[in-house]
């Protein structure tokens, strides 16, 4: 398997946001360096709300909480 790991800017938070290229598909990965329940649980919460309302935004392929992390889609 192929990937590519690129830096993005992030928001104002303790997130730090990756892009990740595997083959053809691309997502994004969300690493909390700290506060991992808000920065990521409560976002990963935020952004199903928001989906279930049909607003935009990312959807959650997998958590890795334990490891401060999990992979969103891209937009």
């Given at each position: 398997m192929r990937y590519s790991l690129e830096k993005i800017s992030g928001d104002a938070s303790f997130r730090e946001?990756?892009?990740i290229r595997k083959n053809k598909k691309t997502s994004i990965l969300?690493?909390?360096k700290k506060e991992k329940f808000?920065?990521?649980?409560?976002?990963s919460v935020?952004?199903?709300i928001l989906n279930k309302h049909k607003i935009l935004s990312p959807k959650?392929?997998?958590?890795?909480?334990k490891d401060n992390i999990m992979e969103i889609t891209y937009l």
């Open positions: 946001f990756y892009r969300v690493f909390a808000r920065n990521l649980i409560v976002y935020v952004n199903n959650l392929i997998k958590n890795y909480y």
